[in-house]
């Protein structure tokens, strides 16, 4: 399977400051069909994972653009250009690209 | 407004059997490929199976391969898991998923083996 890598795994931030989540993959996620199936999630607490991110840099609709993806093969990053409370949680990124798809292992941001 | 409602879930002994429901709307459920992931207590989240938009094509994680059965009924916008041989591992939310990477997901239903 994939190994997903995720750091930092706890990330204290500042309302108002950037902050930004780096993850590896054990391999390329680069599929034969050309796509890169790299997704970031955000779990709430007690919510439902809802993805913001699709093929690296996509943002879902509804997904405010302080929310970017990047990143090819093997690294990937996402950033928050100005937290707001609203973001408080965990966030996960997720390749679609080798069955079994798999997550990483999560990184709780909250707030200072 | 697209909506995914699991249900069936519960508490089940060692080695019984549980069928989960996804009741799907706001959408064309029959285009869609679905699937369902779970979520352990206090973990990150497991992709366990998926389904094309056919029901023709199913994969399965390793962990419940052979215990459990994805189906569909596009008629009736319901997706199934049919969890046999149930063990303690299995105990996590259970949630179904929309697409190819999970566009849409419901709200969880909780499973719970123990005896």
């Known amino acids: 399977d994939v190994v997903m890598t995720q750091s930092p795994l706890s990330l204290p931030v500042t309302l108002g400051q950037p902050a930004s989540i780096s993850c590896k993959s054990s391999?390329?996620?680069?599929?034969?069909?050309?796509?890169?199936?790299l997704n970031w999630f955000q779990q709430r607490p007690g919510q439902s994972p809802r993805r913001l991110i699709y093929?690296?840099?996509n943002r879902d609709s509804g997904v405010p653009d302080r929310f970017s993806g990047s990143g090819s093969g093997t690294d990937f990053t996402l950033k928050i250009s100005r937290v707001e409370a609203e973001d408080v949680g965990v966030y996960y990124c997720?390749?679609?690209?080798?069955?079994?798809?798999?997550f990483g292992p999560g990184t709780k941001v909250d707030i200072k | 407004e697209v909506q995914l409602v699991e249900s069936g879930g519960g508490l089940v002994q060692p080695g019984g059997s549980l069928r989960l429901s996804c009741a799907a709307s706001g959408f064309a459920f029959s285009a869609y490929w679905m699937h369902w992931v779970r979520q352990a207590p206090g973990k990150g989240p497991v992709w366990v199976s998926r389904?094309?938009?056919?029901?023709?094509?199913?994969t399965y994680a390793d962990s419940v391969k052979g215990r459990f059965t994805v189906s569909r009924d596009n008629a009736k916008n319901t997706l199934y898991l049919q969890m046999n041989s149930l063990r303690a591992g299995d105990t996590a939310v259970y949630f179904c998923?929309?697409?190819?990477?999970?566009?849409?997901w419901g709200q969880g239903t909780l499973v719970t083996v123990s005896s």
């Open positions: 093929k690296v840099s």
């Open positions: 998923a929309r697409g190819g990477t999970g566009d849409r």
């Open positions: 391999q390329s996620l680069v599929h034969s069909d050309g796509n890169t199936y």
């Open positions: 389904i094309n938009s056919d029901g023709n094509l199913i």
């Open positions: 997720m390749q679609g690209t080798h069955w079994p798809f798999t």
